[in-house]
Nanobody, 126 residues
Framework: QLQLVESGGDLVQPGGSLRLSCAAS????????IGWFRQAPGKEREGVSC????????KYADSVKGRFTISRDNANKTVFLQMDSLKPEDTAVYYC???????????????????WGQGTQVTVSS
């Protein structure tokens, strides 16, 4: 059974850093692009970043460019989201998701992702 499990969310002060992990099980990670999404209370789920199957192509939302970095370790079936210079507006539940389609560049549209994790809470506050 395909499963994605996020971890690494926490309470952090503005300007701080967090590293989120997305651990995959039950499938071969190499065959899937992975996206990170977030949803704040009262807001729609938005795409944050995505990474292609090989890791050679990435995409970022304008709001996180230069601050967040996505990477993947297919051998260990894990995708990471390094978040630096965090701002209060980054507060949200963060989800990772898997896209089986073979397309480049990867997509940050939630509707194309078929498999989702349960989310991890990130709170940026002083």
């Amino acid at each position: 059974q395909l499963q994605l499990v996020e971890s690494g969310g926490d309470l952090v002060q503005p300007g701080g850093s967090l590293r989120l992990s997305c651990a995959a099980s039950g499938f071969t990670l190499d065959y899937y692009a992975i996206g990170w999404f977030r949803q704040a209370p009262g807001k729609e789920r938005e795409g944050v970043s995505c990474i292609s199957r090989s890791g050679g192509s990435t995409k970022y939302a304008d709001s996180v460019k230069g601050r967040f970095t996505i990477s993947r370790d297919n051998a260990n079936k894990t995708v990471f989201l390094q978040m630096d210079s965090l701002k209060p507006e980054d507060t949200a539940v963060y989800y990772c998701a898997a896209d089986r389609r073979y397309t480049l560049p990867c997509s940050t549209e939630p509707r194309v992702y078929g498999y989702w994790g349960q989310g991890t809470q990130v709170t940026v506050s002083s």
